[in-house]
């Protein structure tokens, strides 16, 4: 069964204090794995896609890398606006699934 | 605004009522999904359309769920004899033709007293 974990479960940084969150997986061929961030009594918004081991993707101050079990999205330098819930899937290629399957998420506080 | 909307965005009901949910889509995406959120945990797949056939459903999805899109556009997802469990946050995504992203709407909340 295709699972996805998140670590940590919650984290509190200074603004300007850079840190990493990790996402571990397991899963039959992936076909894509997605980060997405989550603020409180919203829908999740899509930040990354990535498809294979040793790809990285940048946007702002958030930069998201992949291996063939794990992915980590590396913040630098945040400020109190990246507070959020970070939310980490994955879709699965064998079988032809179409479903995301999520990690419980790691809710980050950057702290002025 | 061209995302994914939802309607209602809160919804409070009486244990065994039945209630409707609505989920319109990115405009030309042809590929719509249902997912359920408690607090704190990850969403959780409930079902999947393709244009307007609905090809992959959950176990999550008991014979109290039933969900539809008639005409490849929006989707209802309904929800009969509502059970206090089902309260969480019921999240519509959407896709096309060229890209795996799923982009999800606002969500709509479901509190079941």
């Known amino acids: 069964e295709d699972q996805v974990t998140q670590s940590p479960e919650a984290l509190r940084l200074q603004e300007g204090e850079s840190s990493s969150l990790n996402c571990s997986y397991t899963v039959s061929g992936l076909r894509g794995l997605f980060w997405y961030r989550q603020d409180p009594g919203k829908g999740p918004e899509f930040l990354f896609t990535?498809?294979?081991a040793g790809e990285e993707k940048e946007k702002e101050r958030l930069k998201a890398t992949l291996t063939k079990k794990e992915s980590f999205l590396h913040i630098t330098a945040p400020k109190p606006e990246d507070s959020a819930t970070y939310l980490c899937a994955v879709q699965a290629g064998q079988g032809g699934s179409e479903k995301l399957v999520f990690g419980k998420g790691t809710k980050l506080t950057v702290n002025p | 605004d061209t995302g994914v909307s939802q309607d209602p965005r809160h919804k409070i009901t009486k244990r065994g009522q039945n209630v409707t949910f609505r989920c319109d889509p990115i405009s030309e995406h042809n590929r719509l999904y249902w997912y359920r959120q408690t607090l704190g945990q990850g969403p959780e797949f409930l079902t999947y359309f393709q244009n307007e056939a609905q090809l992959e459903k959950s176990r999550l999805l008991s014979d109290r769920f039933s969900a539809e899109r008639p005409k490849g556009s929006f989707s209802t997802l309904e929800i009969q004899r509502t059970e206090q469990g089902d309260s969480a946050m019921y999240l519509c995504a959407s896709t096309g033709w060229v890209t795996d992203t799923q982009y999800f709407g606002p969500g709509t909340r479901l509190t079941v007293l």
């Open positions: 990535l498809y294979s």
